[in-house]
């Protein structure tokens, strides 16, 4: 390099954060290494192994209600789980640096008592707490709350906003001399008034993350949140969810660099490509029994299809527009058309159901060797399709270990993960400032 | 010939009594010392306060941080049932069992303040027999979550592709006077199948057509004793002498009685205030709570220290071993749970039969 010559610019540095595996049909479960997703020692260990790779989270999803099909509990998927704040309280005590993430909904919560709740688990973590704000809207999950099924889905980011900003009142309203002053939040959804009981916790807020897609839900995640967990996980698809997010940021006077995006990756590692492409075909496989794929054609078509051969053609019969099967489940915006395109599918490659099922359901984000791997996610986070990536491992808890004993080191050998946690709060991994105090009146500064 | 008595139970509270004047702590080393400290002093359980307008963090996420940090003590935060949502008191408590692997409780208790409603916007602040009769509600949806998963639901059957016996996991289909829940729970049945449910019930229990009935406060005590009878594996009752706490005992044994369930399964520990100056008060303390147990006052004691770190040292040092000296503690313990610690079997599932 010749003394003149502009020294080039720093590689952007990756974000990376720990999925908790299970609730799901990507669970491998019938894997002899797939231990309890429930007992205690299985999150401890997946929050370890993450601390140890230097992760910047530990992240927890959440589900309020077991989802059902043609009107029964759900039972091939794994199913149930632990609650999050309590959990993630626990990992406090056997974790030093790694930020713990809860996905708690705000549809089925109130704002002072999860304000509460998620500043005392900052406090409790030193300053590692962040919240992952969803919006669920369905009566069927409102059956097994007071609220109810009462909250039409516009309303939903609405209140989710409301209910972000009253928090940060909340948060915001002691002074810097340490005495509480009571706010009176006035507003559409909520009417809070009274002292917050809690000193403004120690990363100044915790870290808010979102969730979801609509046009709506990016306008509240440019607005208000820290983090986007997406599901936009390829390149193409990437890059465009990452510049129409972060486009949205100016009008809100924040900068890019103030919102992470990280879409959700799975990861299958092997010494050579083939083998890599061979474990990552098995795995597949054993995400989709038979059952699982009788189970998600019916949820396309909408009928009853359990006469089927999973092994043999896809019915010829079309979709039930009204058919309504699966509660608890992102509905399928034209099931007509998703059909078509499975049948042409199968036709053209001779594709049995659950071998459709296989190839369209199966989303694997990065298959290959650690080198490999290492070199797509740093070319991802480079040409922004990406901030960084929260992992789902395909087996609890062990499924993060070859990754963070893998792909981490060469992630520091090309100079874009850390070697050392610089910081101790989770806004210090992410490069977050901690937020101004807003005088107790909410919003952002 | 009656079977030997049961060693005493013996619990502390962990937060110093409100208008103490002691700084208010927020952080977690300050809660994982004194929890250590009665760990090492073989108490069955502690308990932590809350209240939405006291200072102070939440108590659950509170003994949840110290639930790795501690081996084999029982943790039992304040959890309140009147602005909250019963799916979530449910999980959250489950979750502290499973965190702890069997150690958890919570003890019920109402917001009957406007302040404290006023921080939720949702409901004027109620009449505390109303909030009462709700919280025995949530006592009973709660446990009713609880028991929504059977024991032996998750069965990982590989032929069938099932991860779960569906028809081991139940909608619990509850209807309270403000709250409905369809169920079942999402948390598997927790370790204790029931985390230990406690209930501070006022000590004096008028009749009911006793001078002053009908008023406010004893309409409200009455309710909270309804709540203690029918729901309660732990009863705690103030009281300044043996006999009222005996009293109040009997009268609660008698009301479980009359709600047909077995009063073996409903303890009463007499709580009292303690305040040590030396070892000699802690050892005073050991004859007196001796002399009370003797009297059969109480199946044992919840003591409520004045200043926790300093009053807790010498009770784990002074109280406790002169318990032992006496034959009421056991130096071991009998098993890993809180209803083990406290003699309290795990209850099966109300689903469970078949
Ligand atoms: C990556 C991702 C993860 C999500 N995780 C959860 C979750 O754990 N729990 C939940 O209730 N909803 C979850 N959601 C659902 C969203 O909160 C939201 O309800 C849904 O995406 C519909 O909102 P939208 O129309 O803005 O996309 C998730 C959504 C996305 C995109």
């Known amino acids: 390099m010749s003394p003149t010559s502009p020294t080039p610019p720093p590689r952007k540095q990756i974000h990376l ?56 509990i759900h039972d091939l998927d794994v199913v149930g789980r632990p609650e999050s704040l309590t959990v993630l309280s626990a990992l406090a005590a056997v974790t030093e640096r790694l930020g713990l993430a809860a996905t708690v909904s705000a549809t089925f919560n109130e704002p002072y008592e999860l304000a509460r709740r998620l500043a005392s688990l900052d406090h409790l973590s030193g300053g590692r707490a962040a919240w992952n704000v969803v919006t669920t809207s369905d009566a069927f999950t409102g059956e097994n709350f007071r609220r109810g099924g009462y909250l039409d889905r516009a309303d939903r980011y609405t209140r989710a906003a409301e209910f972000v900003a009253t928090a940060r009142e909340l948060w915001d309203s002691w002074t810097a001399d340490g005495q509480p002053r009571p706010i009176a939040h006035q507003g559409e959804h909520f009417t809070v008034r009274g002292e917050f009981t809690v000193p403004r916790s120690p990363q100044g807020h915790p870290v808010v993350i979102q969730a979801g897609d609509s046009p709506e839900g990016r306008e509240f995640a440019a607005s208000a949140a820290d983090v986007i967990f997406t599901r936009h996980s390829g390149a193409e698809a990437g890059r465009a969810f990452y510049a129409d997010v972060k486009g949205r940021l100016a009008r809100y006077g924040r900068r890019p660099g103030d919102l992470k995006i990280m879409p959700g990756v799975t990861f299958v590692l092997g010494d050579t490509a083939a083998e890599a492409q061979e474990h990552a075909a098995e795995i597949r496989r054993r995400q989709v029994s038979p059952q699982q794929a009788l189970l998600a054609l019916e949820q396309v078509w909408g009928v009853d299809l359990s006469a089927y051969d999973p092994d043999g053609p896809l019915p010829d019969i079309d979709p039930d527009p009204h058919g309504e099967l699966a509660q608890g489940r992102v509905r399928i915006a034209d099931p007509k058309a998703v059909a ?88 210090s991994h992410l490069g977050l400032p901690e937020p101004a105090r807003t005088g107790g009146r909410g919003g952002r500064p | 010939m009656s079977a030997p008595r049961p060693p005493l139970r013996l619990a502390v509270a962990l937060d110093a009594p409100p208008g103490s004047g002691a700084p208010v702590p927020y952080d977690a080393r300050h809660f994982v010392a004194l929890a250590r400290l009665a760990e090492r002093g073989g108490l069955d359980f502690v308990t932590l306060g809350d209240s939405f307008a006291r200072p102070g963090l939440d108590a659950s996420a509170v003994l949840a941080r110290v639930a790795p940090a501690t081996e084999h003590l029982g943790l039992v935060p304040t959890v309140t049932t009147t602005h909250t949502e019963p799916f979530h008191v449910s999980t959250a408590v489950a979750t502290l069992d499973w965190v702890s692997r069997g150690r958890a409780g919570w003890a019920v208790a109402v917001s009957t303040t406007e302040a404290d409603a006023a921080l939720f916007g949702r409901r004027p602040a109620a009449p505390p027999a109303e ?16 028991d929504s998963w059977e024991d032996d639901a998750e ?52 009749p009911a057509d006793a001078p002053g009935a009908g008023d406010t406060a004893d309409v409200s005590d009455r309710a909270v004793r309804e709540v203690a009878a029918a729901h309660a594996d732990v009863a705690l009752v103030r009281a300044d002498d043996p006999q009222t706490a005996g009293a109040a005992l009997a009268e609660l044994l008698a009301r479980a009685r009359a709600l047909g369930r077995d009063p073996d399964l409903l303890l009463v520990l007499a709580s009292l205030p303690v305040e040590l100056a030396g070892p000699a008060d802690a050892a005073g303390l050991a004859e007196l709570l001796a002399d009370w147990y003797a009297a059969g006052a109480a199946d044992g004691f919840h003591l409520r220290p004045a200043d926790p770190a300093h009053d807790l040292a010498l009770l784990v040092d002074g109280t406790v071993p002169a318990l032992r000296d006496r034959g009421l503690r056991r130096p071991g313990r009998p098993g890993g749970t809180l209803r083990d610690h406290l003699g309290l079997p795990r209850p099966a599932s109300r689903y469970a039969h078949a």
């Open chain 1, 340 to 427: 078509d395109k499975w049948r042409a599918l199968s036709r053209a490659k001779g594709l049995s159901i659950r071998e459709t099922v296989i190839e369209t359901t199966g989303r694997q984000s990065f298959v290959g060797t650690a080198q490999d791997v290492a070199a797509r996610m740093d070319a991802f986070v480079q040409t922004d399709a990406a901030d960084g990536f929260i992992l789902v491992p395909h087996l609890t808890p062990g499924g993060l270990d070859p990754f963070v004993d893998r792909v981490v080191p060469l992630l520091q050998e090309r100079g874009v993960f850390r070697t050392a946690y610089s910081g101790s709060t989770l806004r």
């Open chain 2, 155 to 206: 069965i990982r059957d590989r032929a069938s592709g099932r991860f779960i016996d569906r028809d081991k996991v139940h909608h619990v289909d509850f209807t309270g006077s403000s709250f409905t829940v369809r169920g079942p729970s999402i948390v598997p049945r927790p370790p204790q199948g029931r985390p230990v449910t406690l209930v501070e019930v006022p000590p004096a229990a008028g």
């Open chain 2, 131 to 146: 909030v009462w009769q709700e919280a025995g509600e949530v006592a009973d949806v709660v446990a009713r979550l609880w």
């Open chain 1, 17 to 72: 954060a720990a999925h908790f595996p299970g609730v799901n049909n990507t669970t491998v479960w019938a894997d002899p290494g797939s231990g309890s997703h429930i007992a205690f020692p299985s999150f401890a260990h997946l929050a370890r192994t993450a601390e140890r790779g230097l992760f910047d989270f530990f992240f927890l999803a959440e589900g309020l209600r077991l989802r059902e099909h043609k009107g029964r």
